[in-house]
């Protein structure tokens, strides 16, 4: 499975940004799809998860609230619908697709990863 992120850039302390991660094969389904994150200096983190059906999300807390993730089976394609953005958002973020249930997971988790879109957020 080949995953394109885009929709990355750089905003206000306060904006919206959505980003958009579309899969290659008609499998994305039976994948768990995930959003991670590595700001610089820092290791890669878990941001939200999201199960096969889109009925169970999982979320770090420090974006809980503020960051929604979604997906279109029939269009491939998750999204994370980042609001009330902060600096410490600042990141590259990566989508990923893993055969492990929803949860909190690991980068060991992951089956397949996405090449990362930048998200700046100025103070």
């Known amino acids: 499975v080949q995953l394109q992120a885009s929709g990355g850039g750089l905003v206000q302390a306060g904006d919206s940004l959505r980003l958009s991660c579309a899969a290659s094969?008609?499998?994305?389904?039976?994948?768990?799809m995930a959003w991670f994150r590595q700001a610089p200096g820092k290791e890669r983190e878990f941001v939200s998860a999201?199960?096969?059906?889109?009925?169970?999300?999982y979320y770090t807390v420090s974006v809980k609230g503020r960051f929604t993730i979604s997906r279109d089976n029939a269009k491939t394609t998750v999204y994370l619908q980042m609001n009330s953005l902060k600096p410490e958002d600042t990141a590259v973020y990566y989508c990923?697709?893993?055969?492990?249930?929803?949860?909190?997971?690991?980068?060991?988790?992951?089956?397949?990863w996405g090449k990362g879109t930048q998200v700046t957020v100025s103070s």
């Open positions: 999201i199960n096969l059906s889109g009925r169970s999300t």
């Open positions: 094969e008609g499998t994305f389904a039976y994948y768990t």
């Open positions: 990923a697709a893993s055969s492990k249930g929803v949860s909190v997971l690991k980068e060991y988790d992951i089956d397949y």
